[in-house]
């Protein structure tokens, strides 16, 4: 089983960028398809980023596309999301989780481990 924990959220303003840090043990990213969720307060938790473990390939929410890149660093064995240009609508807490599946899933029940999340907030 492997474990993940994230890294990287904060405070910025609106415009700014962030990046988060999926570090995972127990297990290779390599081997895994990621995620990225998020989850604000009052809402469904929704997939922004994920990444295929068999050829890479990535998705993208629509309201991220353009602002936001998932990539994965094999030798640290670290998912990353950058996200630039943040809008206030991004506030949320944003949660790093691992698929056995090759396939893409788009909702939670698709992921086999999740890390514990990390705040991010936007603000003007």
């Known amino acids: 089983q492997v474990q993940l924990v994230e890294f990287g959220g904060g405070l910025v303003q609106v415009g700014g960028s962030l990046r988060l840090s999926c570090a995972a043990s127990g297990g290779t990213v390599s081997t895994y398809g990621m995620g990225w969720f998020r989850q604000a307060p009052g809402k469904e938790r929704e997939l922004v980023a994920a990444i295929k473990r068999s050829d890479g390939s990535t998705w993208y929410a629509d309201s991220v596309k353009g602002r936001f890149t998932i990539s994965r660093d094999n030798a640290k064995n670290t998912v990353y999301l950058q996200m630039n240009g943040l809008k206030p609508e991004d506030t949320a807490v944003y949660s790093c989780?691992?698929?056995?599946?090759?396939?893409?899933?788009?909702?939670?029940?698709?992921?086999?481990?999740w890390g514990q999340g990390t705040q991010v907030t936007v603000s003007s």
């Open positions: 989780a691992a698929s056995l599946s090759t396939l893409y899933y788009y909702t939670p029940s698709g992921y086999d481990y």
